[in-house]
Nanobody, 127 residues
Framework: QVQVVESGGGLVQAGGSLRLSCAAS????????VGWFRQAPGTELKFVAA???????TYGASLQGRFTVSRDNGKNTVYLQMNSLEPEDTAVYYC?????????????????????WGQGTQVTVSS
């Protein structure tokens, strides 16, 4: 059974940076596609970024340039580097892993593509 666990959330001032980690057990992350989603209070889950099984990165609208997703296969971990954070980035951030190997990256922005989900980590950006 695959488990993914997020870490690295916290409180940061606007303009600051955080790096979230998604560590996996039960399977090599390099064989999976990993996505990040976030949910602010009272809103739906939204796509943030994904790194696919074939090494492509894709980002949610207006996030590329501030957010970068990467993978360390040796540590079986995927990272989400978040820079120039804004109060609007405040949310619970979730990591998810998908076993299905789609060629098109568009599939990886959809929650129903993913098979395994973490419990989430809170990111709070103060103004």
């Amino acid at each position: 059974q695959v488990q993914v666990v997020e870490s690295g959330g916290g409180l940061v001032q606007a303009g600051g940076s955080l790096r979230l980690s998604c560590a996996a057990s039960g399977r090599t992350l390099g064989e999976l596609s990993v996505g990040w989603f976030r949910q602010a209070p009272g809103t739906e889950l939204k796509f943030v970024a994904a790194i696919t099984w074939h090494g492509r990165n894709t980002y949610g609208a207006s996030l590329q340039g501030r957010f970068t997703v990467s993978r360390d296969n040796g540590k079986n971990t995927v990272y989400l580097q978040m820079n120039s954070l804004e109060p609007e980035d405040t949310a619970v951030y979730y990591c998810a892993a998908a076993a299905t190997m789609y060629d098109a990256t568009t599939f990886y922005s959809k929650t129903n593509t993913y098979d395994y989900w973490g419990q989430g980590t809170q990111v709070t950006v103060s103004s």
